[in-house]
């Protein structure tokens, strides 16, 4: 048996810049057959390194005998967020200001 864990679901809050991760870990038998799959959810905040909430959720996922994300998974996600990075600066500095107030 191993285990597998991709990027199921990339979900975009325009209002907030945030972006929702819905990742699926799977146990896989030896002959290919999904015996479990169960979600995973993590949220990156406007203002917060991509990068590094891969890895806490990595860490979050070997404590628990999973495989961490595909690196292609991480890729497709970087891919996503790359034309974002104005939009969620923006929108970071914005929740910034307001919580200044």
Do not use: C, W
């Amino acid at each position: 048996m191993q285990t597998r864990t991709i990027i199921d679901r990339i979900e975009i809050e325009p209002q907030t810049g945030n972006v929702g991760v819905r990742i699926r870990k799977q146990i896989v038998a030896d002959d290919g057959i999904i015996l479990s799959s169960d979600y995973h959810r993590m949220m990156i905040d406007a203002g917060s390194d991509p990068a590094a909430q891969i890895a806490a959720v990595n860490a979050h996922l070997a404590a628990m005998g999973f495989a961490p994300v595909e690196p292609e998974d991480v890729s497709l996600l970087s891919s996503a967020l790359a034309p974002l990075a104005g939009h969620r600066a923006a929108k970071a500095e914005e929740a910034r200001e307001k919580a200044a107030r």
